[in-house]
């Protein structure tokens, strides 16, 4: 199928609503090359989202307003970091769950030892670092790493679990 | 032998070089929206600049006070942005043009002298 030819009427609308752009970035400070890239981004993604069927100028401008690429999509790669916030929820997700392993280890080793009230004192920290751990990796759940924390977290409080459910309901 | 589709690198910093002197030159001859200084420049040869280069370029122009802009209805479609040229790129582009002259001249005089016997 042949993609329908953009009317000269529409280039304008885009050149417009390119400009536009490029000028905002400008104001945000960003360079004219970071400009030049966001254009070219935004620019291939309306293309491509009206490769088979011609818009209005509305239905352009409406793209342009809600399928502009995030920052992510129009940053260059090397630009790309999560925001501050996220990281540090990223790094206490990590930190919990590093210490939610450690406890878990302490907690089986002091209840081998007969040292049950400090196990279970390591137990309980286990349980709360690891619903931190996984409450954070989820609220970060965007970014990669976000996403891996919350799934080793969860994957381990529910190992840990069904072993405790499975040596405990022995005869 | 297989041709790349992007120019070399010194190609394309020459043109880059030029590019703010064409496009101010083409916003001299007129009233004109953003598409039309494209088209414009698209039908000339080592000229033709991407949408990509050439918008970012007009917004930096407009911020540095070179352009003033206009909307003008247009039917059916949102007011178009219509360039022309402020006092400021007035005197930018006669400062380019004047440059160019020194800079062309300079290069010929190189040229032949290390050309000729």
Redesign the interface.
Known sequence: MNAPRWT??L??????L??E???L???QGAS?EQ???H??TL?AHLLARFAHTLPT?EEL?AAAAHGVPTPLASTPPEEIGPPQHVSVVLALAGLALVGGVLSVVLSTYFNHHGETPVGNGFGVAFLMLMVTSLACGMVSWRTVLGRGVALSAGLTLFMVLTLLVVLNSGP | MTQSRNPPVWMAQMRKGVAEFAVLMVIESGEI????I??HLSHRDLLNL????L??????L??QGMLHTRKAA?P???P??LYTLTQEGHDRLNAMRAHWVRLSRSVHALDTSETLP
């Open positions: 000269p009427e280039r304008a609308v885009l050149a417009d390119l400009t752009q490029a000028e970035r400008l104001e004219e400009a030049q890239h254009v070219d620019r100028p401008l | 929206h953003g598409y039309g494209y088209e991407s949408e990509g280069t918008y970012p370029l007009l917004a930096r407009k911020r247009s059916g479609a949102p178009r942005h």
